[in-house]
């Protein structure tokens, strides 16, 4: 037998060899799971290739009666939005009378026929070509007699000094870049065929003509948004124009709810991801933030900032990624399942965001996330930490604080999806008209992008808002510029329709 202190070359060699064998074994896994991501990708769906947590859900039901009953409730449901859309659609009543020749009684001939009742009734729904106008404005002058006074008509109201353009033209050049993602060259051709002589450079200019009337209100929305105990954030790059080649750039989405259930988004634009956009707006601001693992964000958290709000989604993204290399990520991604499954069963008996709301996470997600966390615990020592199911285990593991901080407040949401939600118009607006001219254009986009999905996260129709508040702006009291805001301007209106129809 050898004396421990024996020098055994071989030893040292085995343990080389199992260093090397585990190095590989991770660099094996890891290309792997990139493999099995790029099949996904040039083979798989080209829809939402993850399946979402509600379909899911809907797919575990408990019997083919409830199944059906869902379905009974989404139909209904359709059919009531197609009703209240109905009364809500502009309505012209066409009349149809009986023609001469046809004027007898098919039974005896007699020509003395009277109405029978209002008629029969059919809707048909037809297109009807929108159409610019050009409005030659006259002010009427007036002149007396003695030949030293001379009164003159208010002239007309504008968004700019002298501008050709009236504030429903500029609402629906800000609305088809906003809300349709048209590029302005488009638009340009469209308004041509309209008879309206333009050019993309005009509708450039009037759309940042817009941006800076509006300045103000979504100055004033952004800073509310920070003032708010909860808030959603994300990010997106967008390309900005250069000499050579683009630049890449960012427009950030900051978002909350309000007690009445009302959505306030908005956006900032930056040339660069550092966390300078995050503290100039949620600088010194106290609450929680719903972010992902972006180190951007943590100038404005802990510990003298805002509480950190992980995100579900993403941590399931991750473990279904792992999936084709490591099929015992399922066992993670039934534990994320359960998790939504409580959330879906809140917002079935109408308790999201109450106390019952927290009492029941506390009763069922926390022994849910008691056990993943020792599931995690179990599974890290057994895989590559470079490998995709080492990669999703690590990820989770450093993010477990704050991604289990819902359970005790009911006003944190499980994910941040509404932010992601928010920058897909931006997205698809980055495959439209590719890039932003400067960083002063993307600043006048974040401000109207902002304005317009706030209007339709609110039910608000944009153009006529816009068309609105593009002429009041200018006369409105600034410390109530509040009152201007989408989601304030839907009651107003309410309002004042009710009284109205009080009157």
């Given at each position: 037998m050898l004396p421990q202190n024996h020098f055994c070359p071989w030893r040292e060699e085995a343990e080389e060899l199992k260093a090397e064998v585990g190095r590989i074994g991770g660099e094996l896994a890891t290309l792997q799971g990139q493999m099995a991501a790029l099949q996904r990708h040039v083979f798989g769906r080209k829809a939402e290739r993850m399946p979402s947590v509600a379909s899911q859900l809907r797919q575990q039901a408990a019997s083919p009666e409830d199944e059906a009953a869902r379905a009974a409730a989404a139909l209904e449901k359709r059919r009531e939005r197609s009703a209240r859309k109905a009364q809500e659609a502009p309505t012209r009543e066409v009349r149809h009378a009986v023609p001469p020749e046809a004027r007898h009684c098919p039974a005896c001939g007699s020509e003395d026929l009277k109405p029978l009742g209002k008629g029969r009734t059919s809707v048909v729904y037809e297109y009807v070509p929108a159409f610019f106008e050009r409005q030659v404005h006259v002010q009427q002058v007036l002149t007396c007699a003695c030949g030293q006074g001379v009164v003159t008509a208010p002239a007309p109201q504008r968004v700019v000094d002298r501008g050709a353009y009236g504030p429903g033209?500029?609402?629906?050049?800000?609305?088809?870049?906003?809300?349709?993602?048209?590029?302005?060259?488009?638009?340009?051709?469209?308004?041509?065929?309209?008879?309206?002589?333009?050019?993309?450079?005009?509708?450039?200019?009037?759309?940042?003509?817009?941006?800076?009337?509006?300045?103000?209100?979504?100055?004033?929305?952004?800073?509310?948004?920070?003032a708010a105990e909860v808030?959603?954030?994300?990010?997106?790059?967008?390309?900005?124009?250069?000499?050579?080649?683009?630049?890449q750039g960012y427009l950030w989405a900051f978002l909350t709810q309000t007690q009445q259930g009302e959505w306030l988004i908005g956006y900032r634009f930056s040339l660069g991801r550092a966390s300078t956009t995050p503290k100039d707006v949620l600088g010194g601001t106290r609450g929680a933030l719903v972010v992902d693992a972006y180190t951007g964000?943590?100038?404005?958290?802990?510990?003298?900032?805002?509480?950190?709000?992980?995100?579900?989604?993403?941590?399931?993204?991750?473990?279904?990624?792992?999936?084709?290399?490591?099929?015992?990520?399922?066992?993670?991604?039934?534990?994320?399942?359960?998790?939504?499954?409580?959330?879906?069963?809140?917002?079935?008996?109408?308790?999201?965001?109450?106390?019952?709301?927290?009492?029941?996470?506390?009763?069922?997600?926390?022994?849910?996330?008691?056990?993943?966390?020792?599931?995690?615990?179990?599974?890290?020592?057994?895989?590559?930490?470079?490998g995709p199911l080492g990669q999703a285990l690590s990820y989770a593991r450093k993010q477990w604080d704050a991604l289990t901080r819902f359970v005790s407040d009911a006003r944190l949401p499980l994910d941040n999806n509404r932010s992601e939600a928010a920058l897909r118009k931006a997205a698809l607006g980055r495959k439209n008209f590719l890039f932003v001219g400067h960083e002063a254009a993307g600043e006048n986009l974040a401000g109207l992008y902002a304005l317009v999905a706030t209007c339709e996260a609110n039910g608000v129709n944009p153009e006529d808002y816009l068309a609105d508040v593009l002429l009041r702006v200018q006369t409105h009291p600034n410390a109530r510029i509040g009152e201007l805001l989408p989601h304030e301007w839907k009651r107003l209106?309410?309002?004042?329709?009710?009284?109205?129809l009080a009157s």
């Open positions: 033209f500029l609402a629906h050049v800000v609305t088809s870049k906003c809300a349709d993602a048209m590029p302005l060259h488009r638009l340009a051709q469209r308004v041509e065929r309209g008879g309206v002589p333009m050019s993309r450079s005009t509708l450039t200019d009037l759309f940042h003509q817009s941006a800076q009337v509006l300045l103000l209100l979504s100055s004033h929305l952004l800073q509310g948004i920070a808030v959603w954030a994300d990010e997106t790059p967008v390309r900005v124009l250069d000499v050579k080649k683009t630049r964000y943590n100038a404005v958290t802990l510990p003298e900032g805002r509480v950190r709000v992980g995100c579900w989604a993403h941590v399931r993204r991750r473990f279904f990624d792992a999936l084709p290399t490591a099929p015992e990520a399922r066992e993670a991604l039934d534990f994320i399942l359960a998790l939504y499954r409580v959330e879906a069963q809140a917002r079935d008996a109408g308790l999201v965001r109450t106390d019952a709301h927290r009492e029941l996470r506390q009763q069922k997600s926390a022994p849910v996330l008691a056990a993943l966390r020792a599931w995690l615990e179990e599974q890290t020592p057994l895989h590559p930490p470079k209106r309410a309002a004042d329709a009710s009284q109205r």
